[in-house]
């Protein structure tokens, strides 16, 4: 899917022009089955008029072949329309949601503002489905609009006023349709919503489980999920009795219409104007006309509910990202120099500091929500509001994000593992990396070592055995600047200090960042920096800040 899809009409015209070769498929199959349908009645009438009534076995035996033949045909169209109208659905809806995956996994970010994780899977799901459907509900929406002509054509032959009734009638009746759809496309779009917060409000909870039974939360979380899921229930309801409307509606219109022109074909036939096969051929295509008007009302729910999908999904898709790339260019390689400026943005406050290459630093934010923003802007997650990062003398808002990443690799204190094995979670040469993180012994427990396969998000492995996997994938990226946030929060203190050790002397000679207040860690680095206040308020050797200062040890050591 193009960036250029703006709109949900431009999403909508994308998906069908990006198969419209499948859909123009389907369209000519479809119509070819719509248009043998309607010319079932028409031969009826001709047999019997010409056969029947003639007597003529061999006419009888040639119009019955020609009615088999129109039979064989249509039933092929159909097959084979459906088969290329579900494959352009399916195809549609796949590459929205590559679309929208991309979007959501952009450098730059942006995407998951103001929406939970969960109401992102539902667009990429839920959303870019229904928009594929409509794929598969034009062509037929294009048959029965041939199917409505063949008949007007068919009737136009039998009678000009049948004819001009069904061309005249059908126009102001798929307007009232249209019409109709309008409440059913707005309360979709509202069910759409309150699903997709629903789906974000359950993927969060779930995703804290532990944390909520930890702090005792369960009734509040259960209490605040009853609520939200009982507002997207009320909205599906909504929605559906739309539809119920909808399809109700429509229906009375349309049957409404059919009497009429069945009460039309009657009187002329009383009146002999036409003959008795003419009246069967007539009555027939009134039946018929039931097939077209059908999916005319199925073809208009679908594209009310797409439309709404569309709007959606291209909300998503014309997000800005957080951070926009720039021209500027690091040094290959990167030293790995790294300098604030000025920073402030959240919980920052002017932060000046300077680390040399090849430095391994350690700092200690007595707010957390400071160490957070911290790794934002080392990250480049986000840009400063005043001030500046640089790396090797370049600003990093001036950087494409991909290279910054490329140089400064930020390992989040919550990094998730991948469905795999453990090897595959790591990376490529990952033995000096497992032991420096103390992930060889979690491998040594595991009945296939390396190649034990991983569940997602690691929950085959214990807390502290995921965070030493995850600290020795940071590690074997081998970044020049590498910053990592408390890496050994659910370890014990002896394996604490072997992953100290061994990530100094892994990481020596490049910059290494620890936002942490373990005692451990910051014991191998070469200084620390004291964030307070969002401001840097100390630095020194830990040692030193220990002795000296009692916000240091009441941060570090209670």
């Not at 590559?98 to 929406?115: D, T, W």
């Not at 999908?309 to 500027?328: H, I, K, Y």
């Not at 103390?438 to 009945?447: C, G, K, S």
Request: glycine content about 12%; some cysteine.
């Amino acid at each position: 899917m193009p960036a250029t899809a703006t709109t949900s009409r431009s999403v909508l015209r994308q998906a069908i022009s990006g198969q419209r070769r499948q859909v123009t498929l389907a369209s000519v199959l479809a119509a070819g089955h719509q248009g043998g349908e309607a010319l079932v009645p028409v031969i009826i009438g001709v047999v019997i008029d010409q056969a029947v009534d003639g007597g003529s076995a061999g006419t009888l035996a040639f119009w019955l072949a020609v009615l088999g033949v129109v039979f064989a045909g249509l039933s092929y169209s159909y097959r084979f329309a459906a088969r290329a109208a579900e494959g352009a659905s399916l195809r549609a809806a796949h590459d929205l949601r590559i679309a929208i995956s991309r979007r959501v996994l952009h450098p730059g970010g942006g995407a998951e503002n103001g929406k939970l994780a969960g109401e992102l899977v539902n667009i990429g799901t839920s959303d870019a489905q229904r928009v594929g459907v409509v794929n598969a509900a034009l062509p037929f929406g294009i048959a029965a609009l041939a199917g409505v002509l063949v008949s007007a054509v068919a009737l136009l032959r039998i009678s000009l006023p049948l004819g001009l009734l069904v061309l005249l009638g059908t126009p102001p009746l798929l307007y009232l349709a249209h019409l109709i759809g309008k409440p059913l496309e707005r309360r979709s779009e509202a069910e759409q919503e309150r699903s997709a917060h629903a789906s974000g409000v359950a993927t969060d909870l779930v995703s804290g489980l532990r944390v909520l039974k930890g702090i005792g939360a369960e009734p509040a979380a259960v209490a605040r999920y009853r609520d939200t899921s009982q507002n997207s229930l009320k909205a599906t309801l909504r929605a559906a009795r739309a539809k119920a409307w909808h399809d109700g509606a429509v229906l009375a219109l349309t049957g409404i219409f059919i009497a009429i022109v069945a009460l039309v074909g009657g009187n002329l036939a009383a009146s002999g104007s036409i003959s008795v096969g003419d009246l069967v051929a007539a009555v027939g295509l009134a039946q018929f006309l039931l097939t077209p008007f059908l999916i005319f009302s199925w073809v208009n729910g679908e594209l009310a509910q797409g439309r709404a999908s569309a709007s959606r999904v291209a909300d998503l898709l014309t997000t800005p990202p957080s951070v926009e790339a720039g021209d500027g260019e690091l040094p290959s390689p990167a030293a790995g120099t790294v300098r604030l400026t000025g920073v402030s943005y959240g919980s920052l406050r002017g932060v000046d500091l300077e680390i040399p290459a090849g430095q391994l630093i350690g700092v200690v934010a007595a707010d957390p929500a400071a160490a957070t923003d911290l790794l934002d802007c080392l990250g480049r997650a986000v840009d400063p509001t005043e001030g500046g990062v640089h790396v090797d003398g370049v600003d990093l808002s001036t950087v494409d994000p991909d290279r910054v990443r490329e140089v400064v690799l930020v390992a989040a204190h919550d990094a998730d593992l991948f469905e795999g094995t453990l090897a595959e979670n790591v990376g490529p040469a990952p033995d000096e990396a497992l032991a420096a993180a103390a992930a060889d012994e979690v491998a040594a427990a595991l009945p296939d070592g390396t190649g034990t396969a991983v569940t997602e998000r690691g929950r085959s492995l214990s807390g502290g055995q995921r965070q030493r996997v995850a600290l020795a994938r940071a590690l074997a990226a081998d970044a020049p600047v590498l910053v990592v946030h408390d890496p050994t929060t659910a370890v014990d203190t002896v394996t604490e200090a072997k992953i100290a050790t061994g990530l100094a002397r892994l990481r020596q000679g490049r910059t290494t960042i620890l936002v942490t207040t373990s005692p451990a860690l910051l014991a191998v680095t070469d200084r620390v920096v004291v964030l307070d206040g969002g401001r840097v308020t100390g630095e020194g050797g830990h040692a030193e800040l220990a002795r000296d200062r009692a916000d240091y040890r009441a941060a570090v050591l209670s």
